[in-house]
Every structure is written in structure tokens, then in C-alpha cells.
């Protein structure tokens, strides 16, 4: 049976009063939550109010024009798992997206690494995180991927520590080089004087001994300040003649008449000639 | 050097022009200035070498070199271990270099340049959570005669009183330079630069006051003041920079 005008118009009159709801909740919410949220936790607060008080008022008109809304959230049932398998993997970006906006692993303009991309953050989206890499590229990464993956935020802290690896010769005296980068670090004026600079031992490797220079830099100028101390690093140890070990193997020579497969008894009294 | 920098420089000369030349240590600071142009060459900092700048502005005007604090808090360590006895007072000096505007007169100023660029360090109990500051190259002193005014360089009294009973080991004293004035101290040696004394109060295991006097200490002799505060002092701030730490 045709609606008659009267619920036609009343059917109009929910309609409205539920979208003016809607518009004047959502705007309630976004205030509330601009001042507890980042901007894009508090638009999609606000569109979340907004789409749940729409969809009462139009339940709610269609009740009044006389729909039978259990058919209708059957079907819409229905829908819902044909487009839930049709859009798996955008309902999960969706998803890993709002859990990934409140969770707040970063922000925009940090600077992170997701495995082996690492840019800025430009945009944070429903389903996707866009990263502007250095070399001036687009990349898109994918929610769901952003929530599977590790995340290192490199511009979280103020400050970063650079470790410099290097690896000098066995017959350098540790201490005396220890003393000397020590002293370099502190009167190098970009090195922060506090978290202290720090030398550690790491390895004794095939070629020499392995030791990291740790040094602290504000966060703003990182990346050129670590290329300047390395820089400075190397130029220093030159002066003081401390060389860097070199990837070296020893070999020994022997007559061709001793058995491959056996040790020479004379081994170690054959001439020993080092190639680096 | 011109001992009297902080005096207003009054643009001289037929055509308006004028070229003064300011040297502090190791720093050196030249300014050009045409009726139209201000030239400064700064001093070397940060390890790069000195930047030339040229800036436009209003003929006529008068320049001046201002003198004013550093940006952030420097920060101190005593020349050897202090501590400051359970309910028991200190006091120590701290000598810190100062910053040098130009500036059209009454204006702020349109460039600064420190007289002796200290090494930048990090105040706060971890790396996570602080700020940045300067390390002061020169230790924290308790007696002032072990303390050479040089110049370029300013002299702080810090008081620091423990109101718990028992011992306060200081590693490390901050100073909180923007929220503190410059005052020229016509002293028993000369003219020394001072700032506002700074009392620093321990009142719990994690509480430390700062309250920022009106002026140099007594002692200093009669003050000018030459310079404001960059932030409007509060009566109390809170330090960080006082305790021991640990990192990594």
C-alpha cells in the first residue's frame, strides 16, 4: 500500500531531523575530541557519530513509510558478507587503520622505517600510509602491513645515538685509541656533551679488533652531523697514523710434492706471505 | 676590542657608513653597514667556518649590539665533587659566554651570535624525556677568586640550599640563561658582566626549585642592567638538571 502524505511527510520529517542529529552529534564529537585526539583520530570519531545517527534516522523514516527494516537488515546481512569476502583486504586495512590511529606509532612528518622503506610520514589514511622516501618517492604501505610489520620511528626521541664501527689492526693500543676518540668526541662541538660519548669493544674479528664510537646528536641534524663526526673520525686517525684493518688471509706455500691431503710436516716453516 | 660593545653604535660618516670589528676569544664578529645594508660576518660556529649575511633595512636608523643570555639552559659541572651537607647551604659560580644581537635600536634583534659557542648537551634523566642545552666549558666554582673574567663571558651566583637531612652529591648544575638579566658590575677589578643569582632549593628525594633573584649578588658591586631576561622570569622554575643520572 502507498504511504499516505501525512507519514510520507513525517516519514521526511525523521528522515531530516535524524541527518540534523547526526551533523549536529558528529560536530560535538569532533570538538571533544580535537582536544584529546590528533586531527585524524577526531574526523573519524566524528564520522563514526555521524554514519550511526544517519543510519537511525533513515531506519527510522523507512519504519514510519512502513518498510519491514527486519527484511532489510537481513539483505543488508546478506551484503554484508558478500562485500565482506569481496573486500577482505580493504576491511582489514580499515580496520588495522583505526587501530593503528589510536595506537599512534607515529605521527605525520616523523620519519619512520617499515622494513625496508624508510621516509616521512606525508598522510595517514583509512587504509593506507603514504611515505615520501629521501630519494623523493611515493611509497604507499598498506595498514594491515604497517600492523603486521615492525615500525622504527626514527624521530621520535630529540636526540640519537650513532654507533661508528670501526676496525683497526691487533697491534693498536686500545687504550691509547680509546683516550684519543674520547678526546676527539668531546672537542668535537657538534658531538652533545651529555649522553657521555662512549667507546666499546665489539669484536676480535679474522682482521683486527672491532670497536664502536658512540655519540649522541639532536635529532633535527642527525644525519649530517653522524656523516660530519665519521668524517672527522677518520681524518684524526689518519694524522695519528692509526690505520684501519683491512680484510687479510695468510697464506702458505707449499712444494707441489706434499699430498693435498695431508699436513705438511714442514708446515709453518714455509714461507708465509700475507695479502690484504 | 671595543670595550664598550654594548653601547649603541651610531651609523657614522659622510655617506652613512660603517665598519666596526668585535673580538671575543677566539670569536670574532664584523659589522658593515651601508644606509641601506647591514653586512655581518660572525664568528665560526659549530665548526663551520664564519657566514656572511647581508640584511636589508631603513636608512638612517641606528645600530646597536645588544648583550644577551644564552638560548637554553647551560649546564654546569663543579670542578670537583660538592656536596651539599644535610640542611646545609653553597654557593657556587658559574661563568657562561654571552650572546651578542644586532639590532636596530629598540627592536629586537635581527641577528646573534654567541661570543663563545659552547658544546650543546642533554638535560634530562634519560634520553627519552628533556631538552637541549649547552655544556658550560668551564667547571662550576665554589670560590670566585678561581674564576677569570674574561671577556665575552658572564659570571652567575648559584645558592643552593638543602632542607633534607641528609647529603645533596651536585653533579651537575643547571642554569636557566633565558629566564635570567645582564647586569654590567663595576666590581673591585673592573667591569665584570653578571647575571641574576639563582637560589636552588632541594626540598624532596625528586623536587627541585629554582627562584631567580633581582639582581646580581651584592658582592659584585653596583649593577647596570644591560639586558632583560629573553623569558619573562617566573618566580620559581623547575630544573632537571640537578641529581645523578644513569644512561645506556
Given amino acids: 500500500m502507498a504511504p499516505a502524505g501525512a507519514d510520507l511527510l513525517q516519514a521526511s520529517l525523521q528522515l531530516a531531523l535524524g541527518l540534523a542529529l547526526a551533523w549536529g552529534v558528529s560536530g560535538l564529537a569532533r570538538r571533544i575530541a580535537t582536544d584529546r585526539f590528533t586531527p585524524a583520530q577526531a574526523e573519524v570519531t566524528a564520522r563514526l557519530f555521524f554514519w550511526a545517527f544517519a543510519a537511525l534516522g533513515v531506519a527510522s523514516g523507512m519504519a514510519e513509510l512502513g518498510f519491514d527494516l527486519s527484511f532489510l537488515m537481513g539483505a543488508a546481512g546478506l551484503l554484508t558478507v558478500a562485500l565482506g569476502f569481496a573486500s577482505q583486504t580493504s576491511a582489514s586495512n580499515l580496520i588495522s587503520g583505526l587501530f593503528l590511529l589510536f595506537e599512534r606509532p607515529f605521527s605525520l612528518r616523523d620519519v619512520i622505517q617499515v622494513n625496508t622503506t624508510t621516509g616521512e610520514v606525508v598522510s595517514i589514511d583509512l587504509l593506507s600510509v603514504r611515505l615520501r622516501t629521501f630519494d623523493n618517492r611515493l611509497v604507499r604501505v598498506p595498514n594491515e602491513t604497517l600492523l603486521k610489520s615492525d615500525i622504527t620511528n626514527l624521530s621520535h626521541f630529540p636526540i640519537r645515538r650513532f654507533d661508528l664501527v670501526l676496525r683497526v689492526p691487533f697491534a693498536i693500543d686500545l687504550d691509547d685509541l680509546k683516550r684519543h676518540i674520547l678526546e676527539l668526541a668531546d672537542a668535537t662541538p657538534f658531538v652533545l656533551d651529555e649522553p657521555r660519548p662512549m667507546l666499546q669493544f665489539l669484536a676480535f674479528t679474522d682482521s683486527g679488533v672491532e670497536l664502536q664510537v658512540s655519540t649522541w646528536f639532536p635529532r633535527e641534524t642527525f644525519v649530517e652531523q653522524r656523516t660530519r663526526f665519521a668524517l672527522t673520525v677518520h681524518r684524526s686517525l689518519g694524522e695519528a697514523n692509526v690505520p684501519f684493518a683491512l680484510p687479510s688471509r695468510v697464506l702458505h706455500s707449499m712444494p707441489s710434492s706434499i699430498a693435498p691431503w695431508g699436513p705438511s710436516p714442514d708446515l709453518g716453516k714455509d714461507k708465509i706471505k700475507r695479502q690484504e | ?248
Fill in chain 2, 1 to 248: 676590542m671595543n670595550d664598550a660593545w654594548y653601547q649603541p653604535l651610531k651609523v657614522t660618516g659622510p655617506d652613512g657608513s660603517l665598519q666596526e670589528q668585535w673580538t671575543w676569544g677566539a670569536s670574532q664578529l664584523t659589522v658593515r653597514a651601508t644606509d641601506q645594508t647591514v653586512e655581518v660576518e660572525g664568528p665560526a660556529v659549530d665548526g663551520k667556518p664564519p657566514a656572511t649575511m647581508r640584511y636589508l633595512r631603513a636608512p638612517g636608523e641606528e645600530l646597536e649590539l645588544t648583550a644577551r643570555t644564552a638560548d637554553r639552559s647551560i649546564v654546569a659541572r663543579p670542578a670537583t665533587q660538592l656536596v651539599v651537607l644535610a640542611e646545609g647551604t653553597a654557593i657556587i659560580y658559574v661563568s657562561s659566554p654571552l650572546w651578542v644581537g644586532i639590532a636596530e635600536r629598540g627592536t629586537p634583534p635581527f641577528a646573534e651570535f654567541p661570543t663563545h659557542l659552547p658544546k650543546q648537551t642533554w638535560l634530562g634523566a634519560t634520553p627519552q624525556a628533556g631538552q637541549l642545552a649547552y655544556a658550560s666549558r668551564t667547571r662550576a666554582r665554589a670560590d670566585l677568586n678561581n674564576i677569570t673574567a674574561e671577556s665575552g663571558r658572564m659570571l652567575t651566583q648559584v645558592e643552593l640550599v638543602n632542607h633534607l637531612d641528609e647529603p645533596w652529591a651536585i653533579e651537575r648544575v643547571e642554569v636557566p640563561m633565558p629566564h635570567l638579566a645582564i647586569h654590567l658590575c663595576e666590581g673591585p677589578d673592573g667591569k665584570v658582566l653578571w647575571t641574576n643569582s639563582v637560589r636552588v632549593e632541594r626540598s624532596g628525594d625528586t623536587e627541585v626549585d629554582a627562584h631567580v633573584a633581582d639582581g646580581p649578588p651584592a658582592s659584585a658591586g653596583p649593577a647596570q642592567r644591560l639586558a632583560e631576561p629573553r623569558v619573562p622570569t617566573t618566580p620559581r622554575l623547575n630544573l632537571l638538571a640537578l641529581g645523578r643520572w644513569g644512561w645506556l
